[in-house]
Nanobody
Framework: VQLQASGGGLMQAGGSLRLSCVVSGRMISSSDYLGWFRQAPGKEREFVAGISWSGTYMDYADSVKGRFTITKDNVQNTVYLQMNSLKPVDTAVYSC???????????????WGQGTQVTVSS
């Protein structure tokens, strides 16, 4: 299984970015779960958002709730993270991963994509 994240960049505070994560190498089933994590310099990796491939369950970290939206495209095998009202504290390397249903623990996840840098200036 390969996951490829893209869409990062430099944005001013208050702006928006959309990250994409393409999953390839196997068919995704309704029981699969995809998550976005981020890691800022000097900090531990943290959960951002997750979605079940069935689309029936979505989860957000409190720090992004109401600003970020996770969606998926079953045809394109892609998970998106729409990030609005960006803040400087959102600056981090964002990575997508496949793991157990509903988990927020990065150590539970078994497939990871490379990260994409998001930098938000004040």
């Amino acid at each position: 299984v390969q996951l490829q994240a893209s869409g990062g960049g430099l944005m001013q505070a208050g702006g928006s970015l959309r990250l994409s994560c393409v999953v390839s190498g196997r068919m995704i089933s309704s029981s699969d779960y995809l998550g976005w994590f981020r890691q800022a310099p000097g900090k531990e990796r943290e959960f951002v958002a997750g979605i079940s491939w069935s689309g029936t369950y979505m989860d957000y970290a409190d720090s992004v709730k109401g600003r970020f939206t996770i969606t998926k495209d079953n045809v394109q095998n892609t998970v998106y993270l729409q990030m609005n009202s960006l803040k400087p504290v959102d600056t981090a390397v964002y990575s997508c991963a496949q793991g157990p249903y509903g988990s927020r623990w990065s150590s539970d996840y078994y497939y990871w994509g490379q990260g994409t840098q998001v930098t938000v200036s004040s």
